[in-house]
């Protein structure tokens, strides 16, 4: 809404008078073309009404001296209305307990001719109003002559100085010949204010007067205060200081000097909200500053970006122990960068490294890119290493594609040496709303990527060479649900697939299922096949601060192979976890038993994560 003073106030502080914090719209009312005395009668009947609706009862009771205090109802009927469905205009004549009849009847008359108006039949009347009693309960029957809407002859533009009249026609999207409803109206006026806030106008403001109707034909004018004329000047957080201003500059899209533009602005604060370098993201407020210039106030709440998490993993069957280590930085140096590192032992002396670094808003750009490197080692089965190139364009605020590419490189040495190396082609789509995850706040993902590339193959020992293509797809979908005051739920479902080139995968490209990211109450990796699938149950009772939870897990996996009938495909495994905040970051542990067997054979897991 643009926060707009009156004219005496502008001339006394001139430019920075203009302030504008949101955008909002007003109900547009459609004229009501009647003698000013009649719409004096009218607005007063409105404002009685008004009140009458807020009061929000269904039925007006009228008592009078003659009835001795007794209280009759009074419902409302109609008939004649086609255009306007009963339920609607039954819905806007609701009266309070106290009104006369009088009262009544003249405020049913108005709100339904008020509702026609709003739908654009400015010539509907309301023809009889007739009361008829039984039983002591009363109805109001009320007959409407609707007639033939009225229709737009011609519109005209007036005060408009730097924006011709025939853009602003393209813009405002009305034509001869539509019904001008109240809605149609309004939904003009706003296109016509971001239209001039789109071409350097923040202040912009529309209203739309000087109705004539004629045989159904309407002629009106909009009149438009342009306002001043504006270049982007600074662009600043509030209380904040986490973006270097060229890093604010570029996370917006907006570069100082340049024409105000509304709508590139807007994309760049749903750009900003998606990077997660904040808790919350407000809505700009731009005012005017020295030399016609605006100045973005975006208004943000802190969040840390830095965390460290470790865990230990033990299952007591077969004395196997896990554990793993990470670091998140999710913005380096406040320029909104982000790397991680990690590193994994996941039991079956399986250990790997990884690292991978984004960079957003490349060249200013709305897209980020990422590049990652990762190293797997399996005892003295195989070794891999893997480079990718990774580059995320959001397609809206909440949908985002990405594209790329990755290099992978894996020797065996379990059997003859084998050397593979593959080159593949990424690319999938990320649907992401909400909080992260396990928030106070429900939050919902879904992701699925898909990748085709050329595998070689070669025998050092034997000195074969072979082709192959290789293709994979996976999927993923988050649902996590707040349940009144103190309970959340969370549902976490995962598919992992070779799609083509699944008879000559090695060892080394089947999925894995089992462990605390699939399949708790099971070992790291302990089911290995060309297709898997999770699925993740959570239902919890917040305890303590932020993060601090107590829940009940349920977990359910799939591992498609061959040598397993379909029935020994499926495994189940069950238990409880908690999460304590402590002034270290939130401590955390897991038991998870697998189905069918004692707890002694289940799975614990122990860990720590501290963000600063």
């Known amino acids: 809404m643009n926060v707009r003073e009156d004219e005496s106030k502008r001339q006394r502080k001139g430019l920075s008078g203009?302030?504008?914090?949101?955008?909002?719209?007003?109900?547009?009312?459609?004229?009501?073309?009647?003698?000013?005395?009649?719409?004096?009668?009218?607005?007063l009947a409105a404002?009685?009404?008004?009140?009458?609706?807020?009061?929000?009862?269904?039925?007006?009771?009228?008592?009078?001296?003659?009835?001795?205090?007794?209280?009759?109802?009074?419902s409302v009927q109609f008939e004649g209305n086609s255009a306007v469905g009963s339920s609607t205009l039954r819905s806007l004549c609701a009266l309070p307990l106290g009104s006369t009849e009088e009262q009544a009847l003249s405020a049913v008359e108005q709100a339904v001719l008020q509702a026609y108006r709003d739908e654009g039949y400015l010539e509907a009347s309301v023809e009889s109003l007739s009361v008829r009693t039984r039983k002591k309960i009363r109805r109001l029957v009320v007959y409407i002559e609707e007639r033939e809407p009225s229709r737009v002859n011609s519109f005209r533009f007036s005060g408009n100085r730097h924006l011709d009249s025939e853009e602003l026609t393209a813009a405002c999207g009305l034509r001869p010949g539509l019904?001008?409803?109240?809605?149609?109206l309004d939904e003009a006026l706003k296109k016509l204010v971001n239209c001039m806030a789109d071409r350097g106008f923040p202040f912009a403001a529309a209203r739309a007067g000087a109705f004539a109707l004629e045989d159904g034909r309407l002629d009106f004018v909009f009149f438009i205060d342009e306002g001043p004329r504006?270049?982007?000047?600074?662009?600043?957080?509030?209380?904040?200081?986490?973006?270097?201003?060229?890093?604010?500059?570029?996370?917006?899209?907006?570069?100082?000097?340049?024409?105000?533009?509304?709508?590139?602005?807007?994309r760049g604060i749903n750009?900003?909200?998606?990077?997660?370098?904040?808790?919350?993201?407000?809505?700009?407020?731009?005012?005017?500053?020295?030399?016609?210039?605006?100045?973005?106030?975006?208004?943000?709440?802190?969040?840390?970006?830095?965390?460290?998490?470790?865990?230990?993993?033990?299952?007591?069957?077969?004395?196997?122990?896990?554990?793993?280590?990470?670091?998140?930085l999710l913005n380096i140096a406040r320029t909104g960068r982000s790397a991680s590192a990690s590193w994994e032992a996941a039991g079956g002396n399986v250990s790997s490294l990884s690292f991978s670094y984004a960079e957003p808003w490349v060249m200013g750009l709305p897209f980020s890119s990422a590049v990652s490197f990762e190293h797997v080692v399996r005892d003295t089965f195989f070794a891999r290493t893997s480079v990718s190139l990774l580059c995320k364009v959001p397609l809206s605020p909440v949908l985002s594609a990405e594209a790329g590419a990755s290099f992978e490189k894996t020797l065996e040495t379990n059997g003859p040496v084998t050397r593979t190396s593959r080159v593949a082609?990424?690319?999938?789509?990320?649907?992401?709303?909400?909080?992260?995850?396990?928030?106070?706040?429900?939050?919902?993902?879904?992701?699925?990527?898909?990748?085709?590339?050329?595998?070689?193959?070669?025998?050092?020992?034997?000195?074969?060479?072979?082709?192959?293509?290789?293709?994979?797809?996976?999927?993923?979908?988050?649902?996590?649900?707040?349940?009144?005051?103190?309970?959340?739920a969370l549902v976490d479902v995962k598919l992992f697939a070779i799609t083509e080139?699944?008879?000559?995968?090695?060892?080394?490209?089947?999925?894995?299922?089992?462990?605390?990211?699939?399949?708790?109450g099971y070992s790291e990796r302990q089911f290995l096949a060309p297709t898997v699938g999770s699925v993740q149950l959570e239902y919890g009772i917040l305890i303590g601060g932020e993060g601090g939870r107590a829940f009940a897990l349920l977990d359910c996996g799939y591992a498609s192979t061959q040598a397993l009938s379909t029935g020994d495909r499926f495994h189940v495994g069950y238990g409880v976890g908690l999460r304590v905040p402590s002034p270290f970051g939130v401590a955390g542990v897991d038991f998870g038993v697998p189905a069918g067997e004692s707890l002694s054979s289940g799975k614990v897991h122990v860990g720590l994560e501290s963000t600063f």
């Open 501 to 520: 080139g699944r008879e000559s995968a090695s060892l080394d490209e089947l999925f894995a299922l089992g462990g605390k990211r699939t399949l708790r």
């Open 271 to 328: 750009s900003l909200r998606r990077k997660a370098l904040f808790a919350e993201v407000g809505e700009p407020v731009v005012s005017v500053s020295g030399g016609n210039t605006a100045r973005v106030l975006v208004p943000v709440k802190d969040r840390k970006t830095t965390s460290v998490a470790g865990a230990v993993g033990f299952r007591g069957r077969s004395s196997e122990l896990t554990g793993g280590l990470s670091l998140s």
């Open 18 to 43: 203009y302030v504008r914090r949101e955008r909002r719209s007003a109900r547009v009312r459609m004229p009501s073309l009647l003698p000013r005395p009649c719409k004096t009668m009218l607005a």
């Open 425 to 488: 082609w990424l690319g999938g789509l990320e649907l992401a709303t909400g909080e992260p995850h396990w928030s106070t706040g429900d939050s919902y993902l879904a992701a699925l990527r898909g990748s085709r590339g050329s595998k070689r193959i070669s025998r050092v020992s034997e000195g074969e060479e072979a082709r192959d293509v290789f293709s994979t797809l996976q999927g993923r979908t988050l649902l996590q649900r707040r349940l009144g005051l103190s309970q959340i």
């Open 230 to 266: 504006c270049a982007v000047g600074e662009v600043v957080l509030g209380e904040s200081n986490a973006l270097t201003s060229t890093a604010l500059h570029r996370a917006l899209g907006v570069a100082r000097g340049e024409t105000y533009c509304e709508s590139r602005l807007r």
């Open 47 to 74: 404002v009685l009404s008004a009140a009458f609706w807020l009061a929000g009862a269904p039925a007006c009771r009228a008592a009078t001296s003659e009835e001795k205090g007794s209280e009759l109802r009074l």
């Open 179 to 184: 019904v001008l409803s109240a809605r149609l």
